[in-house]
């Protein structure tokens, strides 16, 4: 079992480029959840999205930033024209059920850093 | 929404002593998981513990649900365990809640 995937693990992006952050959940697993922790921060939810459904994205900045979880393939957080503001690391977890019990699994993050 | 207090915010050891970090929750919550963050960035979970008590090695937990703490017990502590241990928890939803952290140093 590899685990909840997220790549890259590093992303260096300029002012104004989009940045793509992709995770894989475990296998069975269909929710995923994408976190964000700021420098010297704990992380706070994002989005939570079910296959081709985005479920809850109160924690997601209104503007730049859109997350999608297709039928095949991977999840993506998408951030357009990044700001310095966005460098941070993403975290992405993924759970077979939906909630928070044991089995609710976190990657090994995307530190994205935006110079 | 619930609030999540770690203590203490840094702790340097040196390698061989003990340690207990302290996690409180200002609500009642179903789910509470401990995470070590290691320089690295990685999230290593280390346990999943809503109540009761958990050994694994060096490691131990305890939650006193009614009492809204846990505890994370380090013995005989090693360089490696240097990192940011993170207490997260969570009430009936689909989202944790991280508290900000214990950032522990070992020395040599």
């Known amino acids: 079992n590899a685990g909840v995937m997220q790549n890259p693990r590093h992303l260096v992006r300029r002012r104004g480029q989009e940045a793509r952050l992709r995770c894989s959940p475990m296998?069975?697993?269909?929710?995923v959840y994408w976190y964000r922790q700021l420098p010297e921060e704990g992380l706070k939810f994002m989005v939570y999205?079910?296959?081709?459904?985005?479920?809850?994205e109160s924690g997601m900045p209104k503007e730049r930033f859109s997350a999608e979880f297709p039928k095949e393939g991977p999840s993506i957080l998408r951030i357009q024209q990044v700001v310095r503001g966005d460098s941070a690391a993403y975290f992405c977890?993924?759970?077979?059920?939906?909630?928070?019990?044991?089995?609710?699994?976190f990657g090994s993050g995307t530190r994205l850093t935006v110079v | 929404g619930i609030q999540v207090e770690q203590s203490p915010p840094d702790l340097i050891l040196q390698e061989g002593a003990n340690s207990t970090l302290r996690c409180n929750f200002s609500?009642?919550?179903?789910?509470l998981q401990w995470f070590h963050q290691n320089p690295w960035g990685q999230l290593i979970n280390l346990f999943y513990?809503?109540?009761g008590t958990k050994q694994n090695g060096r490691l131990s937990a305890t939650t006193v649900a009614t009492e809204r703490y846990s505890l994370l017990y380090i013995s005989s502590s090693q360089t490696t365990d240097s990192g940011v241990y993170f207490c997260?928890?969570?009430?009936?939803?689909?989202?944790?809640?991280f508290g900000t952290g214990t950032r522990l140093k070992v020395l040599a």
């Open positions: 977890a993924s759970s077979e059920r939906a909630g928070t019990g044991d089995g609710y699994t």
């Open positions: 296998k069975g697993h269909s929710h």
């Open positions: 999205l079910q296959k081709e459904n985005i479920i809850d």
């Open positions: 609500d009642s919550v179903n789910n």
């Open positions: 513990i809503p109540s």
């Open positions: 997260a928890v969570s009430s009936g939803t689909y989202k944790y809640i």
